[in-house]
């Protein structure tokens, strides 16, 4: 098999091209390899308050939680402890690290193909930094809706943040996809009903792909 095709186990069953109506993106792991910023960022807010860097399990935490959802688990045996780092996060700027961001390959070549076929939206467990991510990498532009954590109730698993994406932008569930990256991305597509296509081996998908530039032959070819 090609390396660079998708690999699928079963029917694909997203909708056709002439179906869909909307493709919905997580953003880390997905449009950016942002490891190295989240921690260090993370890394910085525990530092102001005089503790040790994350460890291992933090640093792969950091990546697909929320903030909210890192510190409760972090500091789930200290209350105290876990509202001084909550609050000590409000007050650190996320802009020093967005140079740590790493673009995707084919990124902006890729939304631009995908937005000229219907509309596009992020859904992300980020939060303050959600608008400060596209206009940074200005890529603002491509996408009719985005949104983090502060936008709803609860962040993925849950499907809020795709459920929303649908509701502001009109579109049904069935003529949607939304593309990940993780289980919690899997998890959230599945309560929303949403078809859903993961980046790379821990995407937990039936459909994989190596990377976003696959996906305009995949969606529209």
Known sequence: MNKCAPRVTGRPDFPSADQLR??????DGVLFDSREANVAFYDAILAAE????????????????SGTQLYARLFSADPELHRRVSARAKLVDYGPFYPLMIP????RDTLARLSAHCPLAMATNRGRTVDGVVEHFE?????AARLG??????PKPAPDLLLTCLERLSVTAEAAVYVGDSDLDRRAAEAASIAYIGIGSESGARVVVEGIRELPDLLLG
């Open 104 to 107: 995707v390959d084919g990124l």
């Open 22 to 27: 909307l493709i919905i993106f997580d953003c």
């Open 139 to 143: 890529i603002a532009r491509f996408f």
């Open 50 to 65: 005089g503790l040790p860097p994350l460890d291992e399990e933090g640093r792969r935490l950091c990546y697909a939680l």
């Open 149 to 154: 954590v502060l936008d709803v109730a609860r």
